[in-house]
């Protein structure tokens, strides 16, 4: 069976602490994702890796880098945490674009940043 | 800019009401279709998808979504939705750019509260 685990379902930051979200995929796929998910906002995309140490920005990378030093494990990194941080982050992987590359996900790491 | 529509962002309904939520996209080219359904405290996941074939496609639970080209249109329709069918709902385009590093773009999800 599928499984994409994050290192945490709820995290609690001070503001200006530096964050590390883990995502580790068991499927052995190329494409890795992070996702931010707030309300009435959707899913939005911060950052990708269709490789590793690959990584591409997505629509919303400020404020946030990446990590890929191994295919299954993505991490994403908050340098300076900032109240505006505070959401849902889901963590997403797919087969490359030859194969079926649904995206499976994560159950989501819900971060509060004080 | 392509984008994705969802044009319900609130629906309420009662049980065994019929369920047909919209989903339009701004591409022209070949495209890849998807919806994923989140249920309250879990995941997101996959309730069904078109590539190709047949644009009426059949999910899980019941539900099911037809590919209407003409209309850039991927609604998804289920004919009596239950209580467990409350859950916000996902539809997401892939289209169909070369190269491997495929990203889906997504619709801002349409919540579905369904009154027992």
């Known amino acids: 069976d599928v499984k994409v685990t994050q290192s945490s379902r709820y995290l609690v930051k001070r503001t200006g602490e530096k964050v590390f979200l883990e995502c580790v995929q068991d499927m052995d796929h190329e494409n890795m994702f992070w996702y931010r998910q707030d309300p009435g906002l959707g899913l939005r995309l911060i950052y990708f890796?269709?490789?590793?140490?690959?990584?591409e920005k997505g629509d919303i990378p400020e404020g946030y880098s990446v990590s890929r030093e191994k295919k299954e494990r993505f991490s994403l990194i908050l340098e300076s945490a900032s109240t505006n941080q505070t959401s849902m982050y889901l963590c997403?992987?797919?087969?490359?674009?030859?194969?079926?590359?649904?995206?499976?996900f994560g159950p989501g790491t819900r971060l509060t940043v004080t | 800019a392509q984008s994705v529509s969802q044009h319900n962002h609130h629906v309420i309904l009662s049980e065994a009401a019929s369920l047909e939520l919209g989903c339009n996209y701004s591409?022209?080219?070949?495209?890849?279709l998807f919806w994923y359904v989140q249920y309250p405290g879990q995941h997101l996941q996959l309730l069904l998808k078109?590539?190709?074939?047949d644009p009426l496609v059949k999910g899980i639970k019941g539900f099911e979504a037809e590919f209407i080209k003409s209309k850039f249109s991927f609604n998804l329709r289920k004919p009596s939705v239950q209580w467990s069918d409350t859950a916000e709902y996902f539809c997401?385009?892939?289209?169909?750019?070369?190269?491997?590093?495929?990203?889906?773009?997504w619709g801002l999800g349409t919540s579905l509260a369904v009154n027992p």
């Open positions: 591409y022209g080219g070949t495209v890849n």
């Open positions: 997403a992987s797919s087969p490359p674009a030859s194969g079926s590359y649904e995206q499976y």
């Open positions: 078109y590539f190709s074939g």
């Open positions: 890796s269709y490789d590793v140490k690959m990584k």
């Open positions: 997401a385009v892939d289209p169909y750019n070369a190269g491997n590093n495929r990203k889906l773009i």
